[in-house]
């Protein structure tokens, strides 16, 4: 494969003053870890529902939405509307305070979460929404160890950065005690070489080797994206949630769905990606699409689960009224507009698409997901798998020159991501697809 820079002409990139300015800053200011997307990286403008545009004027269909946040649209009047109201009337009082808006929005996702997750703890992240819930499980089951998988990305603290299991994302010497990993569910590469269904789902019974082996034998909580983020998308057979969830009550721990990106009806006709596998979780963790690109973190777990805490708790600005109005906003939009089976229906579409796209390109070794929440694994041949990470790389320099947005992930780095909003329609898959069909037919062997 060639680079990008080999087959894209340079003017089509052509920079005005003040995007150059912005970058050269973000060079000289920011942290050069804080990644950015392309060879010249996109100087956002501005957005208005499923369109970006950038500082040159030019227009871009999004179908990555900030990293699956921007869930019913950027700048939606709905959302936006009611989010500049609060900030001109209250803005932040913390947790020392209550208010109407963090009781209206606990009571709202008490009335949607599956079984008995009726309290909520509010953050600004993912990421400590996640440390959150291993403390409480800690606390909670007076147990230690934590069983994550492979493959998985839980945030940026501590914890977090020991619970997932990418390398990149585990540099700075991670202290992992009291966390193991067992093997995810990845059948496109099998990690136990077998193939399903004839393997009878055995990367499930491996959490169980793993808790009598690798662990004290009893474990605070396993931990586990519904569908793996950044893994790729990484989707399980439909029954090893069911299976892992007997092995984890065995055991004695908790059950938490990381639900960060899977959450607020993504996978589409259920709010949660674990409804999906017909599994009720003791706590669910969530954020990014919760409120439309606001910063916000939820721990939901049950009244018994949530009195376990031990000692003080605050939070400065977990459930503030505007981060408290924005979530509820776009939960009752969700709900309103039918979205959850937006997701399905349009997903199921999507999916159709993408697939007539394998059919056409044998670049494309896999195509897997659920509802708007699709993944196009890239590999040099077919046959051997082998990962095809400079082609990534290219289509995504490629569908940003022909106007459309996505994402990329996987261990490899050769699994494009594709998250288009909840309101998405038929005919901006359809756009989405043609540019994707021309940046694949652009990409030069």
């Known amino acids: 494969m ?141 147990s230690y160890d934590v069983v994550a998988l492979r493959h998985a990305y839980s945030g940026g603290s501590a914890i977090a950065k020991a619970i997932t299991a990418h390398a990149p994302y585990r540099k700075g010497g991670v202290i992992s005690v009291g966390i193991s990993h067992a093997v995810n569910p990845y059948c496109y590469r099998c990690p136990l070489h077998l193939k399903y269904p004839d393997c009878e789902v055995a990367c499930a019974d491996d959490v169980e080797n793993l808790i009598q082996t690798g662990t004290s034998g009893n474990i605070a909580a396993f931990i586990a994206e519904p569908i793996q983020g950044v893994g790729g998308f990484i989707t399980p057979p439909k029954e090893y949630f069911k299976i892992v969830f007997k092995i984890v009550k065995k055991y004695g721990a908790l059950f938490i769905a990381d639900e960060v990106q899977t959450g607020w009806g993504r996978t589409g006709k259920r709010w949660f990606g674990i409804e999906q596998w017909e599994v009720v979780p003791d706590m669910i963790t969530g954020a990014k699409g919760m409120a439309n690109g606001v910063p916000v973190g939820l721990t939901v777990t049950t009244p018994e689960i949530a009195g376990g805490f031990q000692g003080a708790n605050i939070a400065t600005f977990g459930g503030n009224p505007v981060t408290s109005v924005a979530a509820r906003a776009t939960i009752e939009l969700i709900e309103e507009e039918h979205l959850l089976e937006n997701a399905d ?101």
């Open 2 to 142: 060639t680079t990008p820079a080999q087959f894209v002409p340079a003017s089509q990139f052509a920079r005005s003053a003040r995007s150059e300015e912005v970058v050269a800053k973000h060079k000289k200011y920011l942290w050069p870890s804080v990644t950015n997307y392309f060879q010249q990286p996109l100087v956002v403008d501005r957005g208005e529902m499923q369109h970006l545009w950038d500082l040159e004027g030019n227009k871009y269909l999004d179908f990555f939405g900030g990293i699956l946040t921007v869930s019913v649209g950027h700048c939606n009047p709905k959302i936006s509307s009611k989010v500049n109201a609060q900030v001109n009337r209250l803005q932040h009082t913390s947790t020392l305070y209550p208010n109407e808006h963090i009781v209206a929005l606990a009571e709202k996702i008490a009335q949607i979460t599956p079984g008995n997750l009726q309290q909520s703890f509010f953050t600004n992240s993912g990421t400590e929404a996640n440390e959150a819930a291993i403390l409480l499980a800690r606390m909670a089951t007076g």
């Open 345 to 445: 229906v349009v997903g199921t579409y999507f999916r159709g698409k993408l697939e007539e796209l394998q059919s056409k390109y044998s670049l494309i070794g896999d195509v897997r997901g659920m509802g708007l929440m699709q993944a196009l694994e890239l590999v040099k041949d077919r046959k051997t798998k082998e990962p095809a990470p400079e082609a990534a790389t290219q289509v995504m320099e490629r569908t940003r020159q022909n106007g459309l947005l996505i994402g990329k992930g996987g261990l490899y780095g050769n699994t494009l991501r594709l998250a288009p909003m909840l309101n998405t329609t038929k005919p901006d898959v359809d756009e989405a697809i043609k540019l994707l069909d021309k940046s694949f037919s652009e990409v030069r062997d």
